[in-house]
């Protein structure tokens, strides 16, 4: 669901209500950058904040003004191109990997879309008469939902960016708070082979790769209790996981050795001393943060340094469901903090997404929608894998157990860490 709880208007048409909170949310996350900001783009899959501003509002003009407002006028004719992602069905594309050279529309005007989007929106949902009015009401969640997936993008390409500035400079006002946490021990949680149930079969908003729901068989497995640690990530380093090939996926090691990484995306080194790239800015490596930006091929080298393995999300979503394990509706944080409590599974969301060894494909009677609608996800179930959880800069509200993230094994610029999993 949405996350009302920011409504001080109690009188509010919860829909508008919802769309005007939403819509927000994504002009807070921005406040702390400059102007100069809202250009960078560092590597063709991120996008710069103005274009997420825009493209935001594309969404909604795209999929519901045009379609449903009679007598809508575009704002600009060339912004249907200039903001389309990658919708074939409504037309060309202007290319991804250029989005940083489009310096015009700046961003006043970019935010004057924005409020005529808006304004257009807030019309059209006050027409309770209207005869499309539950399709309108339809794509107007999925339209505040993928609102909720481009406010984590915002920060995490930011991030990416800003990684490259030898000032580190910091999206959040005060420096990394850690609070005092009691080490907590790695265990492992045993759980019972079973038919599980997975996938949405409830009756909210969900991802259409979400379902269908079905029953899957799962043999006997144990999931760790909380993430890896920034402590236990820099053991298998120095015990040279980069350099044993013998730790690695095929393509991994092809990816490693062409990239010449050997720690991850964030560690920086100076003078002997690690310390990590965090939306804080730069902080000396704290060993019991969860082990973050993390890729697949990385997440699983890791797993085989330690003799385990990275979950099926199967796994994960039963073990979620049986534990009874939902998000909590926390304020985005810029970092994860570390596993807290003394016992129990922790960090299944809010901290980092985790890796499953899962390849993202369709479930069992998968259909996309008809028309460009149905190129949301489904398109994009070939050569990448599963994450589940959430991350701590998921808007709240926006993830739950059947949730499928989904990423190329090399992406590190994502807020990915690892959950180690074993057979009894
Ligand atoms: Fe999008």
């Given at each position: 669901?949405?996350?009302?709880?920011?409504?001080?208007?109690?009188?509010?048409?919860?829909?508008?209500?919802?769309?005007?909170?939403?819509?927000?949310?994504?002009?807070?996350?921005?406040?702390?950058?400059?102007?100069?900001?809202?250009?960078?783009?560092?590597?063709?899959?991120?996008?710069?904040?103005?274009?997420?501003?825009?493209?935001?509002?594309?969404f909604f003009e795209t999929f519901i003004l045009k379609p449903f407002a009679g007598g809508y006028r575009p704002f600009h004719s060339a912004y249907e191109y200039l903001f389309n992602s990658y919708y074939h069905g409504v037309g060309e594309q202007y290319?991804?990997?250029?989005?940083?050279?489009?310096?015009?529309?700046?961003?006043?005007?970019?935010?004057?879309?924005?409020?005529?989007?808006?304004?257009?929106m807030t019309g059209l949902l006050a027409d309770v008469d209207h005869a499309e009015r539950a399709t309108i009401l339809q794509r107007c969640e999925l339209g505040l939902h993928h609102e909720q997936q481009h406010q984590e993008l915002l920060c995490t390409?930011?991030?990416?960016?800003?990684?490259?500035?030898?000032?580190?400079?910091?999206?959040?006002?005060?420096?990394?708070?850690?609070?005092?946490?009691?080490?907590?021990?790695?265990?492992?949680?045993?759980?019972?082979?079973?038919?599980?149930?997975?996938?949405?079969?409830?009756?909210?908003?969900?991802?259409?790769?979400?379902?269908?729901?079905?029953?899957?068989?799962?043999?006997?497995?144990?999931?760790?209790?909380?993430?890896?640690?920034?402590?236990?990530?820099?053991?298998?380093?120095?015990?040279?996981?980069?350099?044993?090939?013998?730790?690695?996926?095929?393509?991994?090691?092809?990816?490693?050795?062409?990239?010449?990484?050997?720690?991850?995306?964030?560690?920086?080194?100076?003078?002997?001393?690690?310390?990590?790239?965090?939306?804080?800015?730069?902080?000396?490596?704290?060993?019991?943060?969860?082990?973050?930006?993390?890729?697949?091929?990385?997440?699983?080298?890791?797993?085989?340094?330690?003799?385990?393995?990275?979950?099926?999300?199967?796994?994960?979503?039963?073990?979620?469901?049986?534990?009874?394990?939902?998000?909590?509706?926390?304020?985005?944080?810029?970092?994860?903090?570390?596993?807290?409590?003394?016992?129990?599974?922790?960090?299944?969301?809010?901290?980092?997404?985790?890796?499953?060894?899962?390849?993202?494909?369709?479930?069992?009677?998968?259909?996309?929608?008809?028309?460009?609608?149905?190129?949301?996800?489904?398109?994009?179930?070939?050569?990448?894998m599963v994450l589940r959880g959430s991350s701590c800069v998921t808007a709240p509200g926006h993830t739950r157990s059947s949730y499928r993230n989904f990423f190329y094994p090399r992406d590190q610029w994502q807020f990915t860490g690892i959950r180690l999993?074993?057979?009894?």
């Open positions: 669901m949405i996350d009302l709880t920011n409504n001080t208007c109690p009188a509010e048409d919860p829909v508008q209500a919802a769309y005007r909170h939403t819509r927000q949310a994504t002009l807070v996350l921005c406040e702390p950058l400059e102007i100069e900001d809202y250009g960078l783009q560092a590597m063709p899959e991120v996008s710069p904040p103005g274009w997420h501003l825009a493209h935001t509002s594309w290319p991804r990997a250029r989005r940083g050279l489009l310096s015009r529309p700046g961003v006043r005007e970019i935010l004057d879309y924005r409020e005529y989007i808006d304004a257009a390409d930011i991030k990416f960016c800003f990684s490259f500035n030898p000032l580190y400079p910091a999206l959040g006002r005060t420096p990394l708070a850690v609070p005092a946490s009691a080490r907590r021990p790695l265990a492992f949680m045993d759980f019972g082979g079973m038919d599980a149930r997975i996938g949405y079969d409830a009756s909210g908003f969900h991802f259409d790769n979400e379902g269908p729901a079905h029953r899957f068989h799962l043999p006997a497995f144990r999931l760790a209790d909380r993430l890896l640690t920034n402590a236990e990530y820099r053991a298998f380093m120095e015990d040279g996981g980069y350099s044993n090939p013998g730790l690695w996926l095929a393509d991994g090691w092809v990816w490693k050795e062409a990239s010449e990484v050997a720690h991850p995306r964030y560690w920086v080194q100076r003078d002997g001393e690690w310390f990590e790239y965090t939306l804080h800015g730069l902080s000396p490596l704290d060993p019991d943060l969860p082990v973050s930006h993390v890729n697949y091929y990385e997440a699983d080298a890791c797993a085989r340094w330690f003799g385990k393995r990275l979950p099926a999300e199967q796994e994960w979503e039963a073990a979620c469901r049986q534990l009874g394990c939902v998000p909590e509706h926390a304020p985005v944080m810029l970092h994860p903090r570390a596993a807290g409590g003394d016992g129990g599974i922790v960090q299944m969301f809010g901290s980092l997404w985790q890796w499953t060894h899962s390849a993202y494909s369709p479930y069992p009677g998968y259909r996309p929608a008809k028309g460009a609608i149905g190129e949301y996800n489904g398109k994009f179930m070939c050569n990448q999993a074993d057979d009894p």
